[in-house]
């Protein structure tokens, strides 16, 4: 089956550590973004990249990291410069210009 | 700032009963809307995207655009409790980013 996977789907994180969310799709797909969901709040993007080898920043990239070396997978690093890192964090795909169709099932990442 | 606004909500509605979710956007130059409905801890799916001005039908939603009034609106015929979830409103601006709404939450009464 066609489709984004994310992993893991519950993350726990303590306090000045880095940790590294996974999405890796098969659609076959050029462009992948990051984005991050709180309560009540609408999806605000942190990272997308449109082809291999290259990334943009969003709105709020400040503190996370990414890579696309491969068109199959664009991990995402929360680095300790994240303050404020607990969020629901979703990645997506799309054939490059189109809308954003195709989500992963999200990984909820926790500080303790 | 390009925004996105919604209604947060919640929505009440009959089962069998149209729902009515709206939507406006600030940036006049915005071409493509989206409507995704996302389950509670689930990620978002799409479920309709409307260019045009009008109508556009697909199944029991109806997407309604209106840009000259800068607003979108979702229509769910004949109710069902599955549809009880939250529905996001996606505008691709100008700048062919997307920006979301926070999203409205619906609940269907049985």
């Known amino acids: 089956d066609g489709g984004i996977t994310q992993s893991p789907k519950y993350l726990f994180r303590k306090e000045g550590q880095n940790v590294t969310l996974s999405c890796e799709q098969n659609l076959n797909h050029d462009a992948m973004y990051w984005y991050r969901q709180d309560p009540g709040q609408g999806l605000r993007l942190i990272y997308y990249s449109q082809i291999v080898n290259d990334f943009q920043k969003g709105d709020i990239a400040e503190g996370y990291s990414v890579s696309r070396e491969k068109k199959e997978s664009f991990p995402l690093t929360v680095t300790s410069a994240q303050k404020n890192p607990t969020a629901f964090y979703l990645c997506a795909s799309s054939i490059k210009g189109a809308p954003e169709a195709f989500f992963g099932q999200g990984t909820r990442l926790t500080v303790v | 700032q390009k925004e996105v606004e919604q209604n947060s909500g919640p929505l009440s509605v009959p089962e069998g009963a149209i729902a009515s979710l709206n939507c406006t956007y600030s940036?006049?130059?915005?071409?493509?809307f989206f409507w995704y409905r996302q389950y509670s801890g689930k990620s978002p799916e799409l479920i309709m995207f409307i260019y045009s001005n009008g109508d556009k039908e697909d199944g029991r939603f109806t997407a309604q655009l209106n840009k000259a009034s800068q607003y979108v609106s979702l229509l769910i015929r004949d109710s069902q409790p599955s549809d009880s979830a939250t529905y996001l409103c996606?505008?691709?601006?100008?700048?062919?980013?997307?920006?979301w709404g926070a999203g409205t939450k619906l609940i269907i009464k049985p």
């Open positions: 996606a505008v691709k601006s100008s700048n062919y980013q997307l920006i």
């Open positions: 940036d006049r130059g915005s071409q493509s």
